[in-house]
């Protein structure tokens, strides 16, 4: 009888589990769509920051006493330049690339929840999400680190079809996703999509680990602050349950958090995947000899050169020597005003999302 009770419940178990697990891919899916399209202007001049060699402020450019001006210094700039050059409709040059970033991100978030709430499931003896609360904030970090990993790996030619078509500028080399895929993988062949997957595992353990574990450590803060100011005023609500308001919060201060620390190893991820993506012939437009490196117009300022940087440590030291500790930090202002709202937009979408589909299947 007692097999048969264990039988049972493993039986009911499983459907369950399945449930679950949909609903957190399903949810991680659309919160990570409405995110990335949302942000998605901002994650361009990000990018084209990241790639460009040369100064990406006013200021630099002098303290250096360099003359020849650099294509992008500042986001007011590049933002009036991108929308000058690439023109109407404005998709054409703030959404660029964003498709396959959709194609990316949604992906990625789906399988960042779904792994993410397993392992917590795991570690908290339960898969109710109120006792993952609970569980330490080491635990919360490593159980980000690891659904991040785990996505990351899951998505990554998407990010790197992504960061190529949105660093193109005008004129672009690659006009779709899938002459970029094509000519990367006739080149380079597979492992071509893969190209800078180190650096981009390197990042995604502080940055996912930093974003869910001060995303949960926030939360537990704000349930204490709302239980303290119910035993202090007439405020009478103890349950766990936040505001729309307070889990934007949260989640704003998560990505903010996450970005600071983690975007030098953003800007490293980028010059190594322009780096080790291209080994092929400039169209005639452009140049009439062959070169290789990241395929864009001279006007563009100094070419990331294919196989400039052995590794990501020789990136981290040839950035450094020749660029100055601000070079690490090229595109922050950006990066850091996309990642915030970001992360708050994802927990959110991600928060409503899952308790829709939780209460339209049970």
Not at 2 to 12: D, N, S
Not at 120 to 133: L, W
Request: overall charge positive; proline content about 5%; some cysteine.
């Amino acid at each position: 009888m007692r097999m048969e009770g264990e039988g049972g419940e493993a039986a009911t178990a499983a459907p369950g589990q399945l449930k679950r697990a949909l609903i957190d891919s399903t949810a991680g899916a659309i919160a990570g769509g409405i995110s990335r399209t949302v942000t998605s202007p901002l994650d361009v001049i990000k990018i084209r920051f990241q790639v460009q060699l040369e100064p990406t402020s006013s200021w630099d450019l002098v303290r250096r006493n360099m003359t020849a001006p650099s294509k992008y210094t500042g986001m007011l700039q590049a933002t009036k330049d991108i929308f000058r050059e690439e023109g109407l409709p404005v998709v054409k040059g703030f959404w660029r690339g964003n498709v396959p970033a959709l194609l990316m991100v949604m992906p990625y978030t789906a399988i960042q929840f779904a792994v993410l709430h397993k392992l917590k499931t795991f570690a908290a003896g339960s898969s109710k999400t109120e006792d993952h609360i609970h569980l330490s904030p080491y635990l919360s970090y490593i159980s980000g680190a690891l659904a991040g990993c785990t996505a990351t790996v899951g998505s990554y030619p998407f990010d790197l079809l992504r960061t190529i078509l949105a660093s193109q500028g005008e004129p672009k080399v690659y006009p779709t996703m899938r002459s970029a895929f094509v000519d990367i993988t006739r080149t380079r062949g597979f492992r071509g999509l893969y190209a800078g997957l180190s650096p981009t595992l390197v990042e995604i353990v502080p940055y996912a680990g930093l974003q869910f574990g001060m995303y949960d450590t926030f939360k537990r803060w704000t349930m204490a602050w709302n239980h303290h100011r119910s035993s202090t005023t007439s405020f009478t609500s103890t349950d766990d349950s936040l505001s729309s308001f307070q889990l934007f919060v949260c989640g704003l201060a998560a990505g903010t958090c996450a970005k600071l620390v983690c975007h030098p190893l953003d800007v490293v991820k980028k010059r190594f995947q322009v780096d080790s993506a291209f080994s092929i012939m400039i169209v005639k437009r452009f140049s009439s000899f062959e070169i290789e490196g990241l395929q864009r117009h001279p006007r563009y300022g100094a070419r990331v050169e294919h196989h400039a940087y052995k590794n990501m440590f020789d990136a981290l030291r040839q950035i450094l020597q020749i660029e100055g500790w601000a070079g690490l930090y090229k595109g922050i202002v950006p990066s850091t005003v996309k990642a915030a709202p970001a992360g708050a937009i994802t927990f959110l979408a991600y928060e409503f999302t899952s308790d829709w589909l939780e209460s339209i299947l049970t």
